[in-house]
């Protein structure tokens, strides 16, 4: 008994020795870490847009007759400091400007049924602050690809004011709105050469909480907000740019 004991035991030390030197050597693992955007470097880039149409009886779908003008301004400047290899930290601001005005259109359902939109004007501009953090990661010992992680903190705001008819029956609504957002946004960075990018990054997770006040003739105030969270990929939210690293 004392024998079949023993020799228990030393089966078992075995086992518990050649388990543990396979653990070692199962998680062992030299991993080489490239400096993909070294410490120190700064990362900036700027997105301008701007866009005017003018319609003369355009038709689209049920809307005929259309006449009128829009136009839409947006800026973007984007700043970041890599504090760490392949670690950035910083913010971006973005300001956008719209305004249209509808002189006159038709609404045609049928033949019997249509309705007139005469004296539409609309004007808006908005203001958001966006804080960022990055982790960059090199696919293989490549420094020319690699992957990127992003990480938003968005704080924004904005007025609106939109009015309909002329003289004594013009009615309008004013607004205000303010916006808050986090978001994770991944993509990829190819270097065109030492000292830029182009980006491609995707939002996939996100939360947003938006509140509303609009007042109405002077008159009517209503206030509503609402909140909205994101865990599947969007392509409508994928950007595109051009990004400077000095």
């Keep these: 008994m004392r024998r079949l004991i023993a020799i228990l035991t030393l089966v078992l030390a075995v086992v518990a020795g050649s388990t543990e030197a396979l653990g070692q050597e199962t998680f062992k693992r030299k991993l080489e870490q490239v400096s993909f955007v070294p410490k120190g470097a700064w990362i900036t880039g700027v997105s301008v847009s701007y866009s005017q149409s003018d319609q003369d009886k355009y038709q689209f779908l049920i809307v005929e007759n259309i006449n009128g003008d829009t136009y839409t301004f947006k800026v973007s400047p984007m700043l ?43 004007i808006s501009h908005s203001y958001t602050g966006t804080a960022l953090f990055r982790s960059y990661m090199s696919l293989g010992k490549s420094t020319r690809f690699g992957l990127f992680n992003e990480v938003q903190l968005q704080l924004g705001g904005g007025q609106s004011k939109i009015c309909t008819g002329s003289g004594e029956d013009v009615t309008g609504t004013y607004q205000r709105n303010f916006d808050f957002s986090v978001g994770l946004a991944p993509g990829l960075a190819v270097f065109l050469n030492n000292y830029s990018a182009l980006e491609v990054n995707v939002g996939v997770l996100g939360f947003n909480y938006s509140h509303h006040t609009a007042l109405t003739d002077q008159v009517q105030v209503a206030n509503f907000h609402s909140q909205r969270a994101n865990f599947k990929i969007n392509l409508f939210s994928i950007t595109f740019g051009v990004v400077f690293y000095i």
């Design 80 to 122: 970041m400091f890599c504090f760490k290899d392949n670690l950035a930290a910083g913010g971006r601001f973005s300001y956008s400007r719209q305004r249209t005005r509808l002189n006159s259109a038709d609404i045609v359902l049928d033949s019997e049924t249509s309705y007139n939109i005469d004296n539409l004007y609309s």
